[in-house]
């Protein structure tokens, strides 16, 4: 196989016969041979590392390998606390990374590459970090100034949103991922923010996908229950693991967070990767002319229950 290849984190790995297998968590690099040597397959709660010789092929979709499923499983463990995580733009062209997914090369082997090399590469990565440490200062300077004056203009209202959408205008089962601006207000600060939910419209109210997943698990409270509509899934833009945010991946169909790889289908269900619950569901509102409100909520991440944060 060619070092020209696209690994899209998520997808599945199959077996020759279309078994499957898992999916790619993270690709294996080697700095000093400088080219990807296997990659991380998660198969059930396990991380297996399938050697690249084992791949016979790659493809936006899917992943082969040669490997029966009992030899995936005696392949070796992936042990996270002997390689080093490296952003995608660390690899040389040739390797492409999708879905800003992290990734893995092999620790330095010093030996292998030399004390020289290895020093600068130290020096380049601990110039990187200093880089971004001062671009971060500097950005914050600018955002502090606007956010004062816009709290002073800011009208706050009650908790519900118009998003300014109709629900005729949406796509159906095709997410899409509405910004807006708010109000948060803490003591007697006023902070507009700007933030986002993903609005889902479903083609049927009876189809797996019309009912969100905190429904089927009842995770909702109240307010959530008491404003729901069939037509339309309202999901929170943050991941109930670590609070990153997941993005809508078209081609396969399903939400992955590029953080730690969870993988969510269209209704929020959780379907691989360490969240602990499905994305969280929203109250939403609909007017008799399709106009869409929804109340911004947060809550606790890290845990199965849904707590609401004051
Ligand atoms: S923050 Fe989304 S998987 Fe960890």
Redesign the pocket.
Known sequence: MGEEVTYRVGIPVLGLRGENFGRLEKVLFSESRHHVTGLVVRSLDSLHIVSLEKVTSVSGTEIRTRLTAQELHQSPAFDPTQYEEVPPWFFPPGHHIELGALVTIKPLDVRELGESEALSRRTFMGKSVALLATAIGVSLLVPIGGYIMAAATTPVTDNWRDLGVKLQDLPLDEPVQKPFRAVSVSGWMRVPEERSVWLIRHSGVSDIWSESEDEKLNLDSPLEKSHSDPRLTVLSPV????????QWHKGQKLFI??????IYQLNGKRIG???PRPMDQLPVRIAPDGSISVIYEQFA?GIAAKVRLA
């Open positions: 991941c109930p693991h670590l609070g990153c945010e997941p967070c590029p953080c730690h790889h969870s990767g360490p969240a991440i």
